[in-house]
């Protein structure tokens, strides 16, 4: 596609939970990240794939936390028993892999509501 | 984690000013990033310096980089009313692919 499309926009859910939240990055971008921003606070990152694996996962903050990527495109941010620390604005982004230059194009992000 | 500090974090100006944003980072990096976010959007990247550059510019926007200070600042010059939004500044850490974000300044241009 011409951007990263991010879905859904919005998600409320209940505490205790689970939640997907889908990616789909601009097409030929092998690498793809996941970040997390709270109101008022920078992107805070999560994971980030090239290709089809995880590269990098040293910022989901816990077990409950999973993505996956299983054909090098389309990505899943999944959360399980959601807690309500977990609202916040996930927002997806892709690159192409350009070391010391990886600018990332980023989407809308979908916003995630617990109550 | 966030790595940057960002200075200051809300900036309100007038129209047709200057405004400058600061950036100070912890670890080495290959280079530095601003973005800029406007209210409930994702970012939009505006431009890039490697570790080897002191200074870019692109249109009205000035970045410089002081790597022996591990930091950076980001000039918007003539400001407009549409220049208000969240910036950003990321660094690409050496060897790793992620960026990592500061915690933003909040620009308002009042016309």
């Known amino acids: 596609g011409a951007g990263v499309s991010q879905t859904p926009s919005n998600k409320v859910t209940e505490k205790g939970k689970y939640v997907e939240l889908r990616c789909d990055p601009i097409?030929?971008?092998?690498?793809l990240y996941w970040y997390r921003q709270s109101l008022g606070q920078g992107p805070e990152f999560l994971i980030y794939?090239?290709?089809?694996?995880?590269?990098?996962d040293s910022g989901l903050p816990n077990d409950r936390f999973f993505a996956v990527r299983p054909e090098g495109s389309v990505s899943t941010l999944k959360i399980q028993r959601t807690e309500r620390g977990d609202s916040a604005v996930y927002l997806c982004?892709?690159?192409?892999?350009?070391?010391?230059?990886?600018?990332?194009?980023f989407g809308a992000g979908s916003r995630l509501t617990v109550l | 984690s966030q790595q940057g500090e960002e200075d200051p974090q809300a900036l309100s100006i007038q129209e047709g000013e200057n405004a400058t944003m600061n950036c100070s980072y912890k670890?080495?990096?290959?280079?530095l990033q601003w973005y800029r976010q406007n209210s409930g959007r994702g970012l939009v990247h505006l431009i890039l310096i490697r570790s080897n550059e002191r200074e870019k510019h692109s249109g009205r926007l000035r970045v410089t980089l002081d790597t022996s200070k591990k930091s950076s600042s980001l000039l918007i010059t003539a400001s407009r009313a549409a220049d208000t939004a969240s910036y950003f500044c990321?660094?690409?850490?050496?060897?790793?692919?992620?960026?990592?974000f500061g915690q933003g300044t909040r620009l308002t241009i009042n016309p």
């Open positions: 982004a892709s690159s192409l892999i350009r070391p010391g230059a990886n600018v990332l194009t």
């Open positions: 670890t080495s990096i290959n280079n």
């Open positions: 097409s030929g971008h092998t690498a």
């Open positions: 990321a660094t690409g850490e050496q060897g790793a692919q992620k960026l990592v």
């Open positions: 794939f090239q290709g089809t694996g995880a590269a990098d």
